[in-house]
């Protein structure tokens, strides 16, 4: 998410986030760019999703995202 600024990260997680679990998302698979950072901006967007029924998977890597949604 370093693309974003901090007002996008905001709306991300204050008006999409809550928005897409109150819609039922079951699973969710985040692909971020390969670097520290990147993976802990994303695992504290994805932190909404604890205390849901909601699967959800991160990696950098493209192919192993979508086969892990396929699996679902």
């Given at each position: 998410?370093?693309a974003h600024d901090k007002a996008d990260q905001r709306w991300l997680?204050?008006?999409?986030?809550?928005?897409?679990?109150?819609?039922?998302?079951?699973?969710?698979?985040?692909?971020?760019?390969?670097?520290?950072?990147?993976?802990?901006?994303?695992?504290?967007?994805?932190?909404?999703?604890?205390?849901?029924?909601?699967?959800?998977?991160?990696?950098?890597?493209?192919?192993?995202?979508?086969?892990?949604?396929?699996?679902?």
């Amino acid at each position: 998410m370093t693309a974003h600024d901090k007002a996008d990260q905001r709306w991300l997680g204050n008006e999409w986030m809550p928005k897409v679990i109150e819609a039922g998302i079951e699973h969710s698979v985040t692909v971020h760019e390969a670097n520290p950072l990147a993976e802990a901006e994303m695992k504290a967007l994805l932190s909404r999703l604890d205390g849901h029924d909601v699967s959800s998977s991160m990696t950098s890597d493209m192919e192993k995202a979508r086969a892990w949604i396929a699996d679902k």
